[in-house]
């Protein structure tokens, strides 16, 4: 098969790369980042350099594919982060109909059930809604839990505050996913042969917000450390003076909100998934490597 990848070589995307290429498939990955188009070529695939919010670009990099895997890249700088998602939704679809490709893999997340009140997953449901009105397209959203992976956002906060936490408690359930158990999943997806408009959890394992603490403390040598529990307007103020916009900011804090209300993940409890391989105490010793 022929399959395009949006992406780069992040967290998810490079494994999912690499999975594609081994399998024996033809593989071309987008990034913005001409410095990334000789390690793409190493690993086997064909690079396509430019920018998720041109559409003749991408219209080009979709020619021939069979199948193609979209997540919309982070953008901190965007002055409307859902709107902002919504749009490179859009493009994607334009040039999904343009070329007539038959099947999609989308990126999409935990709480994208929901119309509003949860953040950047907002823009990310738009992009559902987009998707599953193109006429012909079989499009399978992965909705994937917290990624481990955001918990190195918290390094300094631990290293110097000795503490963890967000805006919602200790004793909030939250559900935790490996980018490669993601990248497993949307390997396996983009090789079946489904059809119609469908959704798939992704997670590695279930767990309170204070046993996040408590695994990742222990496993750099702080096994207090514990999870606390920030006002909203706290939370915003410690994001912004973190260096975030306003907007990121504020987004993230709805997010948060909505975790904490048990909204974000009541149709992933509904729909619960064989769970992945990569369970927290796995990636705490990931996290500590690199802490």
Known sequence: MKITITGSLGNISKPLTEILVKAGHDVTVISSSADRADEIKTLGASPAIGQVTDVPFLTEAFKGADAVYTMVPPNFGAKEWKNYIAGIGQNYAEAITANGVKKIVNLSSIGAHLED???????????????????????????PGFF?????????????????????????????????????????????????????????????AGEVARALGSAIGKPELPWIEFTDTDNIAGAVGAGLSEEIATNYTEMGTSVRSGKMFEDYFKNKPVLGKTKLADFAKEFAANF
């Not at 738009?126 to 499009?139: T, W």
């Open 117 to 143: 009140g949860t953040g950047p997953v907002t823009g990310i449901h738009r992009v559902e809604e987009i998707y599953n009105k193109l006429d012909g397209v079989a499009v399978k959203h992965l909705r």
């Open 148 to 208: 481990y992976t955001n918990f190195y956002a918290n390094v300094d906060m631990i290293k110097h505050a000795n503490i963890i936490g967000s805006n919602f408690g200790a004793d909030t359930p939250m559900v935790l996913v490996h980018p490669d158990d993601i990248a497993a999943v949307a390997a396996e997806e983009l090789q079946n042969n489904f059809t119609g408009k469908s959704v798939r959890y992704i997670a590695s394992d279930e767990k309170t």
